[in-house]
């Protein structure tokens, strides 16, 4: 008994032994990016993981030089009303392709998921004047949109999927209950999806919020710039100013980081159950 015992223990150590080293590399770009944020100009390009003395006149640089504020609020405004869309559209499609099995669902989800082997590069220049043609360039809703546009396809997948293996007796006996489309949506539906709502809120709010190319593309006046586009005016071929650039990328990743301390146990959950999907 005792021989079986230490084996299962001895590979719990060996398990989070590997983990931690895994997570120490894992953890190098991350501590070199608060490193240099805190570094002197004379430092900068030094080696070493970690130098001293430390200085925080990077952030107060870069915080001074730019309304940070506002731009937190631009990249804020932006990244929940495109997830509020990617979630409410995607799961609602999801709804009448896996459940209601509307005529026509199929092709139309067929088309969409066609749209993920299109890169994102090849859609910036229709894109852009289809947005000036709308006079959306310098608005919200002109990345909003786009944003929702592509990511829609990819949680429309996902969604779908639980959906699918849900129990169907479910969804017949609360139509025999009386309950019409629309309350069987939300009584029924997203209850048991919920999983995979969580994790594609998540996904979403990452991606929208670290989006740099369209972004770049559609905003061009200062007032309405999100975070990622403001690393830019500290980098270049003439310019360069490594401990700026990378205290405002730590103050990027910040919200990510503590976005994901707070739910990162529901977003294992989500990862979890759609691993036996099917």
């Not at 430390?54 to 940070?68: C, E, G, M, S």
């Not at 937190?72 to 509020?84: C, D, E, R």
């Not at 710039?225 to 103050?251: C, D, E, R």
């Amino acid at each position: 008994m005792m021989a079986p015992l230490a084996r299962s223990r001895m590979r719990g150590v060996v398990i989070h032994a590997v983990l931690f080293i895994v997570l120490g590399f894992w953890m190098v770009p991350q501590v070199y990016m608060l490193s240099i944020g805190l570094r002197t100009p004379a430092q900068a390009f030094d080696a070493a993981l970690f130098t001293w003395p430390v200085t925080f006149d990077n952030f107060v640089t870069v915080i001074r030089d730019n309304p940070l504020g506002g731009i937190f609020l631009n990249s804020l405004i932006i990244t929940v009303a495109t997830v509020a869309i990617v979630v409410a559209v995607s799961s609602l499609f999801a709804f009448a392709c896996a459940i209601l099995r509307l005529k026509g669902s199929m092709l139309l989800y067929t088309t969409l998921l066609t749209t993920l082997m299109v890169p994102l590069a090849s859609m910036v220049l229709p894109l852009a004047i289809l947005l000036k043609n709308f006079g959306w360039v310098n608005t919200y809703i002109g990345l909003i949109l786009p944003y929702a546009a592509l990511g829609v396809p990819f949680a429309m997948v996902i969604l779908k999927a639980f959906m699918e293996d849900a129990p169907r007796e479910l969804f017949e006996a609360a139509r025999v209950d009386g309950c019409n489309a629309w309350q069987t949506y939300w009584h029924v539906a997203l209850p048991l999806v919920r999983p995979a709502l969580v994790f594609v809120t998540i996904w979403q709010f990452i991606v929208t919020w670290n989006e740099f190319f369209l972004a770049l593309i559609v905003l061009t006046r200062s007032e309405m710039k999100t975070l990622t586009i403001v690393p830019m005016q500290y980098s270049g071929l003439y310019m360069a100013n490594p401990g700026a650039l990378f205290a405002i990328l730590t103050l990027i990743a910040l919200p990510l980081i503590l976005l994901y301390v707070l739910v990162q146990r529901a977003f294992v959950r989500g990862l979890l159950a759609g691993a036996v999907k099917g």
